[in-house]
């Protein structure tokens, strides 16, 4: 008898080796892109074109194992299925839909979602197999074939260097350790029960943003940040009386590692750096702000600066001490370094930026959502997407209260910006 | 599209998402789906029960395992003689660890009330088991005991509170705390013995605690973060 051959595996990426130890029904780890096209999902089309390009991104067909020292990604799974969308995103699958999947598409009216877990890729990443999904399926609706400029399509041959782990590329050896930061403001409020996720989206014209952005001589991420800062300022002096410890306000604000180090890699490439507003130095107005979140980023955006972050995550896995450690015992330091680490910001905004699609069908699609993962520890995210001239700010928060959002959008508002507002909460 | 009349952002719901304000119809408003489909048994995403939810389903679970037992051992005693004999002293008990889930469970969050909570409890338990029995020892010696346990605990949790830096200092305290009960407990034991204000066992026990929460405070207060501990060790 032919004895089996073994499923292939891949090791993870040096951040996505964190996730699989701290994921848990609260926190899953698990974000989310979607499309919104101009007509009614077909699920059958759809589902025929993920059957299509799964082969193109097979890497993603992956399921998480366990093994004696690290989990590692094994290739045994049949083909995906699509899913109908919840009212409650990126949240674990009762028992008998358990899918070992890292990832799953939904779909709801005109609206395809891709939710997938960050210890297998990163927003870029996602973003491509995104745009390859909705590319297949429009083919596949109006069978004609599409242009494909940009799109990683299935006849293309994939590039080996899409699965390697960019950050071992750049890791440069003997830099000094990067300056520990105190703990930061965290937000006080109760949490809802694991589970409950709730999102409330605010649609802005990107051109408006733009300029209002430019007449603060700042960027687009740079003016949400300190309007997100503003917004924690308001909340702040409103708990005043309850408040018990002072703390700074830190903002974590992902960037895509591909813009300083380029890498055609779709797993995980990104660093993190902090945007931070001390509370108890007074009341600071909105053009500090933006002045302070301005030149820090320009500051912090170092190519030096973030090697030496790189190298510090890189290290920390290269251990020898933490190399033998078995799996138990890495995954239960792990928890605690990560909790200990979400204790150091207040928040997260993500900005995945403006996507493009090809010309010749972009007309085809409405817009973009971009939903952070739920996370106890920080309870409110920010994550921005733009396509066209629709900018999508999405807060996904595991609370009930909503000031925080509430103060963002009223400051845009009373800045003339005209915001749409929808939520998942059911009101009736 | 309508506009929530606090806020002034535009919407499709019918509540703002982010006031709560009820949004003002607009009758000729063509209809739209809602952004996000409802709630369905069919939805496969998993919704956990609340931590309060939690909670008092195992405070329910509790009591009523204590109510049976409480049954059980009123109904054993009462069908020997129709009378309530040796079952008074486990009663009180059950009572007792009822009370004290009830403070854990419930009061979790506030030192004082789950402190004042629980040695009320057992203060309570004391004198009932004393009046059960010979009503002789409550007031002279579980009354204090309690009573110094208290006046002992709550000022070491304010001092280590109000404490600035948190670290090596909260076991020296809680050593200290230690320390004097035991000097508190052996003068009343002793107390209640002999009828002397004496010191015995407890010198030991304080003798061999005290350097301990001394070594912690100097590790806290003397070697402080600033000092480098390589050059002080000469390492």
């Known amino acids: 008898m032919k004895p089996e051959t073994p499923a292939p595996w891949s090791p993870l990426d040096n ?22 096209l101009k007509d009614p999902i077909r699920r059958g089309v759809l589902q025929d074109a993920l059957d299509l390009i799964m082969p193109r991104f097979n890497f993603f067909q992956v399921r998480m194992s366990p093994g004696l020292f690290w989990y590692t990604l094994v290739e045994d799974l049949p083909l995906p299925r699509i899913w109908p969308d919840s009212n409650n995103p990126c949240i674990r699958f009762k028992r008998p839909f358990r899918d070992p999947h890292l990832f799953r598409i939904r779909y709801y009216d005109k609206r395809i979602a891709l939710e997938i877990s960050h210890a297998l890729t990163d927003g870029f990443g996602a973003l491509e197999f995104l745009k390859t999904l909705v590319w297949a399926y429009l083919e596949e609706r109006k069978n004609q074939p599409l242009d494909s400029q940009g799109i990683l399509t299935p006849g293309q041959p994939s590039d080996p260097r899409e699965t390697e782990d960019a950050f071992l590329g750049i890791y440069q050896k003997g830099l000094p ?9 965290q937000i006080p409020f109760p949490r809802l029960g694991a589970g409950n996720y709730r999102i409330i989206t605010g649609e802005v014209p990107t051109d408006k943003l733009k300029a209002l952005a430019q007449t603060q001589g700042c960027s687009i991420t740079e003016f949400l940040g300190a309007t997100l800062l503003w917004s924690l300022q308001a909340l702040k002096e409103t708990l005043h009386q309850i408040s018990k410890h002072e703390k700074p306000f830190r903002i974590m604000i992902p960037i895509n590692l591909r813009k300083f180090f380029p890498s055609p890699t779709l797993r995980n490439f990104f660093t993190t750096i902090p945007l931070e507003l001390d509370c108890r130095l007074g009341h600071y107005d909105f053009e500090e702000i933006t002045k302070k979140v301005h030149h820090f980023m320009k500051a912090e955006l170092d190519e030096k600066l973030i090697r030496q972050q790189i190298a510090r995550n890189v290290e920390g896995e290269r251990n020898p001490v933490v190399r033998v450690l078995p799996l138990f015992l890495k995954s239960f330091f792990l928890r605690g370094i990560f909790k200990r680490g979400e204790k150091l910001h207040t928040m997260s905004l993500s900005n995945l930026g403006v996507v493009e699609f090809p010309q010749a069908w972009s007309e085809e699609i409405q817009g973009l959502d971009f939903i952070p993962p739920p996370s106890p520890h920080n309870p409110v995210n920010l994550s921005v997407i733009s396509f066209g001239n629709r900018l999508s700010l999405t807060f996904g928060r595991v609370l009930e209260d909503t000031r925080l959002e509430y103060f963002f959008f009223n400051h845009l508002r009373s800045l003339g910006l005209p915001v749409t507002i929808s939520s998942n909460q059911e009101s009736d | 599209m309508a506009f929530c009349p606090r806020c002034g952002v ?3 719901e019918k509540t703002c998402a982010l006031c709560s304000t009820p949004i003002p119809p607009i009758p000729d408003l063509p209809w739209q789906p809602p952004a996000w489909p409802r709630t369905s048994p069919e939805d496969p995403s998993m919704v956990y029960p609340t931590f309060l939810q939690r909670r008092n389903q195992a405070f329910a679970l509790v009591t009523s395992i204590i109510l049976l037992a409480g049954m059980i051992l009123l109904a054993v005693d009462v069908y020997q003689d129709w009378k309530l004999d040796w079952s008074l002293v486990p009663l009180i008990a059950l009572g007792s660890a009822e009370l004290y889930v009830y403070f854990i469970f419930f009061f979790y969050r506030s030192f004082l009330w789950i402190t004042g909570g629980i040695l009320g409890t057992t203060a309570l338990f004391l004198f009932l088991i ?16 309690v009573s110094t346990l208290a006046l002992l605990m709550i000022p070491t949790y304010f001092i280590i509170r109000k404490s600035r830096r948190h670290g090596f200092n909260v076991p020296g305290f809680l050593l200290a705390g230690c320390g004097l009960f035991c000097l508190s407990l052996d003068a009343l034991i002793t107390h209640q013995l002999t009828g002397q204000w004496l010191l015995t066992w407890s010198i030991i026990v304080t003798l061999a605690i005290l350097p301990m929460g001394a070594y912690f405070f100097y590790l806290h207060y003397a070697l402080r973060r600033e000092v480098n501990i390589k050059r002080t060790l000469h390492l």
């Not at chain 2, 009503?135 to 005991?145: A, E």
């Open chain 2, 10 to 12: 535009q919407t499709h």
């Open chain 1, 177 to 185: 350790k990067v300056t520990p930061r105190s703990q930061a403001f």
């Open chain 2, 130 to 145: 004393d009046a059960a029995d010979t009503g002789q020892w409550f007031l002279t010696l579980g009354l204090p005991i």
């Open chain 1, 15 to 36: 951040t996505g080796k964190l996730f699989p130890s701290i994921q848990n029904h609260r926190y899953t780890g698990f974000f989310r892109i979607s499309v919104t």
